[in-house]
Each structure stands twice: as C-alpha cells, then as structure tokens.
C-alpha cells in the first residue's frame, strides 16, 4: 500500500534553505505593498501594530512559536494581512506544522495569485502530509510562473515536482525536469535517488520503496547522472554492469537500449531493445523504440509494423500513436499519419497508466507476514497469548522485560504478536529487528528493521543494524548503502558498536575499491580492544588495494597482508622509520606485489623522503604500467619541488590511464597552472571537481585558476566552497590514509586565494 513518504532526505528540508526563504528577502514584494496600502479599521489599529511588531521581533529572535503566535493573533485581527500570512504559513512549515501551515499559505495564493514561492510553500506542506495530487497541481503553478523572485526555492519545488512526475508515472518528464534544473554542478544523492527511479520506470516515493531495491536504484541513479552529464561511455559501462548484477529487472535493457540509439550505435540499440522485449513482453515502449530505430536505418516498413504492434500492446499510449505517425510520415501515407497525430494528441491529454507489476516489484509491504522458526501462536511456556499484548503499552511493558532479563526467544514472540495489531509500531519493528539480529536470524532481521526504516528514517542505529544483517547474508551492495546512510546520520551507540559498524563499512568501501575511504574508516579505531587485529588485517587489505573481503584472502598471501596491516598502522601512528623497515622486509621477500612499491613510496614521500619516493614510484611504473596512482603520487611530488615540467610529463600520463580519475585531473589543472597556462588548468580543474565535488583542494586552486584568469564571480564561488568544505573536513579525522583529504605541500598553507 503507497503510503505519504517521511521528510527525511528531502531537499525541501535543508534548514539553510528554509532560513533564506522565510526571510524578509524573499516576502512577495506584492505582499508588503497590499499590507501597507490596505485601510483598517482605526479601532484594531494599536493592538495590531503591537502584535506584528512583537511577531517581528520574535521571529528576528529566533522565538518561533512566540512568533507563531502573535502573527496568528495579528491575522485574526486583520485577516487581509498578506505579510502575516505570508510569515505564519512558512513559520509553521518550518516548524513541521504542515497541516497548519496549509491554510495560512492559502490564504497566501488567494490574496496574490502570482506568488510563485507562496505557491511552492503550498505545494510543499500538501506534500509532507501526504495530498500528492494537491502538491503536483500548486508545484506546477509554482514553476509556470518562475522563481525570478525567489531563487532559493527552485530546486527544492522542482526536485518535489520531479518526485510527483515519477508517482504520476510521467518518468520521461521526470526525468527532462530535474535534468534541466540539475545540469550545472555536481548532481546531489536525492537527485540521482529520483533520476534512478525514473530511470527503471518506478511510480513511487523514494521512501515508499523496499530498501532491497536501494542499490539497485543507487545503480540507476548513478548511471542516470551520468548520462546528464554526457558521460555516454561510462554510463554505457554502468548499463552493462547493472545488467550483469540485475539481469532479470524490467526496463534495464529498454533504457541501455535508448541510451545506446543516443550514442548513434543503432544496432546495439536494437539487440537491447529485442531483449526487453522478451523480458517484459507486456509493455510498448521497445516496440517505440524500434519503430524510431527503424526509421533512422531506413527500415520504414518495419517502423510501422514496429509500433503498429505497441499501439495494439497499449491502445492508450499517446507516444506509441506519435511512433506510428512518424513511420506514416516516412512512408508518404499523409493522412494516416493526420490521425494516429491527432490519436496522440487526443492520448496525450490523458493521466499516464501506473504499471501495477512495478509498484508491486519495489513496494515495500508494510503487511510483511512475520515469518519465524516457530509459529506467533504457539509461544514458548509462560509467553502471553495475542491478546494479553493487544494493548500497546502492555505490550511494550512485556516484551521490554523479557528482552531486559535476556529471554530473547520470548521478546521476540511477544514483539511479533504486538506488532499483527500495531503495524504501525516503528519502536517495536526496530526491537524486534535488533532481537532477530542478536539471535542469529539475519533474513527475519532484515525484514523487520525494513519496516522500521519505513516508518523513521532518522535513526542511525536502525540503518546501521540493517546494513550489518545484510552484511551477514552477503547482500553487500545493500549493506553498504545502508551503513553509509547510518554513518551520514552519525554512528550511534556505544563505542564497541560504532567500531564494528566503522569496521563493517570499511570492508565493503575495500571490496568496492576505494581504499583510502577504508584507511579513513579504520585509522580512528587502532589500537587494542575487540576486532584489533581484523582492524589491521582490513588496512592491509587497503594498503595493498586488493579488491577483496578478509576471508578472500588466500592462504599464501595471508602473512603479507598483516605485514602490510602492520606497517599501515604504523604509519597511521607516524613510527615511519618502524614502517619503512618493515617495508623493506617485504619488498625483499615480494617484489612484484603490485601496488607495494606505490605504497612505499607515498609513505616516503609523506616523510619528505622525495629521492626515495621517486625510485620506489618509478619501479610501480614498471611493475604496475596500467595504473595511474604511481604518476599521480610523481606529479604531487614533483610540485611540491617546483619541477613543473616532470609534475605535467606525469600528470598527462595519469589523466591518458585513468581519465575520469579526479586525482589526476586535479594534478594536471596544478601543473598547468605553474606552467602559466590558466585556461587549460581551469578546464582539468573544472573536470576534477566533476569527479570530486566535495574536494577542499579542487575548489581552493579553481578559485586561484579564477582569479587568474579574471573570473571573479567564480572565484568568488569556488572560495565560498572551499571554505565550507575546509570547515567541514576539520570535523574529520586526518591521517596518512586519508588521501582523499590529504593537500599536498603545495596546498598546505591554504591561505585565503587573492582577489
């Protein structure tokens, strides 16, 4: 059953945004001019001026219900009060008073019908509680009339419009308007959340779906994003990968196809495009697609017959009827190609058909029948029966005393009896999900923190439990996404349970190749306690950039890894002298280990030892000539010694193996730019901070490249960033793994870029 999505990761929550658009700077200035110029009554006039000034003076305050209050009081008095109207509907949406704020905001739209934020307010509070249909009609009037004059809504109220497109079934604009608005710049997780979503062609809300499905749709959304940002080769890549992860999902091989007709490969397009159509036989839209295939390759026969046959798949589809028409057209048949236009048009006007085998496919159910190793009804001795825990409060009493005294098996009924008649009973999914988890049931776990996610998405401790059961049943995509999302919302717990999570997501970033994200994990957590040693073992593991779980280690390699562990926590401590010995021993015992040499090198290279970091990253180069890493580490060093030309001979050498690597990029935009060659080092920079948008680094030298170059609104810009992600960073802990964070010499200083 669709029920109305929660707040959290919605973009319309972001408390930076709301303070901006509550202010007096974005108040319609049609508002304060109707509130001035409008006569009142002589005998409400001083309690009135008394009330709006106590409002302003609160709300300036930072007294929100205070000023709530006086601003009700002071429209109830003048109800024509546009500005009080205006300050109470969007004191109330920040404050979570959705309902409230509806008819404030309202009154809003009846007094200046051309208010474009008041309209996206409306559209906005109609969302979070649920009136989707309400939402979609004020959204769309919010965007028909434009945002001239309140900039900070925009994406907010299209990123909802976009949402509502995809519940609607209208994907195709879905997906046309959150390009539109999300083009420039890195593109935000809820977007690329949504840009999946469209992508596999699903009519729900992000927190409508089954958190099974959110790899498989992080998958989509990474691969949507790039295709806005025209980056065909690695989404075509994407779409193979997913393909083979996700082989049997409806719709994938219809949009590889598309996606292929896009890059001009016609042929392929048409093999993807025929596999769709023995995967969900049902639907028209390849059968569309092929008609325009058709068309390009001058098959115009087979275009008609193409979507002749998806009309009569789907004899509602404006766009199979459109298909039809343009293959008439193509075959000098005018008039047919008059009506199947007119059919389409005629369709066109028509809401989209919601495909019931998708929303049954990626819904969760919220009536998940509560499986278990022994039946709700017949409960160990003395476990009360379904109907003495009928009662919510009795049933919490009950179980918490059973879990408290160690009965685990008893809390687990009682939870599960609970629960068949409190469905709703957010607490009691997540106890149950925790009792399952500690009982060595991960698939009844798994299910049953499904449920509490569903109900509040705001609890690390839930996602992160959830993540570690999925991890037990080696669904490790899910797990990682769901441990990241735990970590975004702050480890909770105590600090043994932080540790095993951090340890957790730390192999999965391992399996997934980002090492340095898994030395940053674990670096924090050295040293003595529980997991001390399997700690070491995953920093061997990423120092050796081996893309595998501990237990894949095989037996022949297993001493080298925690020799390899070893000298990493060493460096992590800075005892370099200790590390490089060790380095050494292993280096003499396995010399061709790819990646040791690199290793060593930037360890030399962090100690200022540059002569033997370079002699150790030169014999990376030649065991090791596909990888990019050792030339990076050669640019960074030969930058920080002035040697412009080695650091762009091999910082180009980087960026031609490895071309979507930011690391790279970001080197040759430095390089260039101590070449004196400002406008290419913008153009790599500018890619660099396509593939790294959160980089401190990347932002500071554009600001400087900016500068240089006279640019100095996006100096400014860049600055401003910097700045924030500087801040940001220094929240984090730092060390010789971090190398996403790490600055060279040459960026050590970091002082304020000049104007």
């Known amino acids: 059953m669709v029920t109305p999505t929660s707040r959290a990761g919605s973009l319309a929550h972001l408390g930076f945004v709301i303070l901006l658009v509550i202010s007096s700077?974005?108040?319609?200035?049609?508002?304060?001019?109707?509130?001035?110029?409008?006569?009142?009554?002589?005998?409400?006039?001083?309690?009135?001026?008394?009330?709006?000034?106590?409002?302003?003076?609160?709300?300036?305050?930072?007294?929100?219900?205070?000023?709530?209050?006086?601003?009700?009081?002071?429209?109830?008095?003048?109800?024509?009060?546009?500005?009080?109207?205006?300050?109470?509907?969007?004191?109330?949406?920040?404050?979570?008073?959705?309902?409230?704020?509806?008819?404030?905001?309202?009154?809003?739209?009846e007094l200046d019908s051309k208010s474009s934020a008041g309209w996206a307010f409306l559209g906005l509070c109609e969302f979070d509680t649920g009136y989707y249909a309400d939402a979609f009609v004020h959204l769309q009037s919010a965007k028909e009339l434009g945002f001239a004059d309140s900039p900070e809504i925009e994406k907010i109220a299209l990123y909802h419009l976009g949402l509502l497109l995809n519940l609607r079934g209208e994907f195709e604009q879905a997906s046309e308007l959150l390009a539109n608005a999300f083009a420039t710049g890195p593109v935000p997780e809820q977007i690329k959340t949504a840009l999946g979503l469209a992508l596999l062609r699903v009519p729900l809300l992000p927190p409508q779906v089954d958190p099974s499905k959110d790899a498989l749709i992080h998958a989509a959304g990474e691969t949507a994003a790039l295709l806005l940002n025209h980056q065909m080769d690695a989404a075509l890549g994407n779409f193979e990968q997913m393909l083979r992860h996700y082989p049997d999902t409806s719709y994938l091989h219809y949009q590889y196809g598309m996606a292929l007709a896009a890059a001009s490969q016609q042929e392929r397009a048409e093999l993807q495009l025929r596999e769709e159509i023995q995967a969900t036989p049902r639907t028209a839209l390849p059968w569309i697609a092929l008609a325009t295939v058709s068309t390009q390759r001058k098959r115009f026969a087979e275009a008609v017959a193409d979507a002749q046959q998806a009309t009569r798949l789907e004899p509602r589809s404006a766009a199979a009827y459109e298909a039809l028409a343009r293959a008439l057209q193509s075959q000098s048949k005018p008039e047919e190609a008059t009506n199947a236009f007119r059919r389409a048009h005629e369709l066109a006007k028509r809401p989209a058909e919601i495909d019931s085998a998708q929303v049954e496919r990626y819904a969760l159910n919220r009536g998940t029948e509560l499986a278990k190793n022994r039946p709700a009804n017949d409960p160990t001795p003395g476990t009360p029966s379904a109907s003495a825990v009928s009662n919510l409060e009795g049933a919490t009493r009950l179980a918490e005393s059973a879990r408290r005294n160690g009965r685990l098996e008893e809390a687990s009924v009682l939870y599960q009896n609970a629960l068949k008649s409190h469905s709703d009973w957010q607490e009691g999914w997540r106890q149950l999900g925790t009792i399952e988890y500690m009982l060595g049931r991960y698939p009844e776990a798994i299910a049953a923190l499904q449920q509490a996610v569903a109900r509040e998405a705001k609890q690390p401790d839930?996602?992160?439990?959830?993540?570690?059961?999925?991890?037990?049943?080696?669904?490790y995509k899910n797990s990682r996404i769901h441990l990241e999302r735990g970590r975004a919302l702050g480890f909770s717990g105590n600090a043994a349970a932080v540790r095993v999570s951090r340890y957790h997501l730390a192999l999965l970033l391992n399996l997934d190749r980002d090492h340095d994200g898994a030395f940053a994990l674990l670096i924090p957590e050295v040293g003595p306690g529980a997991l001390s040693e399997e700690i070491q073992f995953a920093m061997g593991i990423a120092l050796l950039r081996m893309a595998v779980l501990p237990e894949q280690i095989d037996s022949t390699q297993r001493a080298l890894v925690r020799s390899a562990g070893e000298a990493a926590v060493l460096l992590s401590q800075s005892y370099y002298?200790?590390?490089?010995h060790i380095f050494d021993t292993i280096l003499n015992e396995n010399p061709k280990t790819p990646f040791l040499h690199y290793a060593y090198g930037d360890a030399l290279a962090s100690a200022s030892r540059y002569d033997a970091a370079q002699f150790q990253l030169r014999d990376e180069t030649r065991l090791n000539p596909s990888s990019e890493l050792a030339y990076i580490r050669l640019a960074s060093i030969a930058l920080v010694l002035h040697q412009?030309?080695?650091?762009?001979?091999?910082?180009?050498?980087?960026?031609?193996?490895?071309?979507?690597?930011?690391?790279?990029?970001?080197?040759?935009?430095?390089?260039?730019?101590?070449?004196g060659d400002a406008l290419a080092g913008i153009r790599e920079l500018e890619a660099a901070r396509r593939f790294a948008p959160k980089s401190p680094k990347v932002h500071f030298n554009l600001a400087r490249a900016y500068t240089q170059a006279n640019r100095t609104t996006e100096a400014e810009q860049e600055r401003s960033e910097f700045e924030r992600l500087k801040n940001q960073a220094a929240t984090q802990p730092s060390s010789y793994g971090d190398r996403a964070r790490r600055v060279d010499t040459g960026d050590a200083s970091m002082q304020p870029v000049g104007k």
């Open 577 to 580: 002298d200790r590390a490089f």
């Open 462 to 475: 839930t996602w992160t439990l959830l993540g570690l059961s999925e991890f037990k049943t080696k669904d």
């Open 25 to 109: 700077a974005l108040l319609p200035p049609c508002l304060v001019l109707a509130s001035a110029a409008t006569p009142q009554p002589p005998a409400h006039r001083e309690s009135f001026e008394t009330l709006a000034a106590n409002a302003q003076s609160a709300r300036e305050a930072g007294k929100l219900d205070e000023a709530i209050r006086n601003y009700q009081a002071g429209v109830e008095l003048r109800p024509s009060w546009n500005e009080g109207w205006w300050y109470l509907g969007t004191l109330l949406y920040e404050t979570d008073h959705f309902s409230e704020a509806i008819p404030a905001l309202r009154r809003v739209v």
């Open 644 to 675: 412009a030309t080695g650091a762009l001979e091999h910082s180009r050498k980087a960026v031609a193996l490895a071309p979507e690597s930011a690391e790279a990029r970001y080197m040759l935009g430095r390089a260039l730019l101590e070449q």
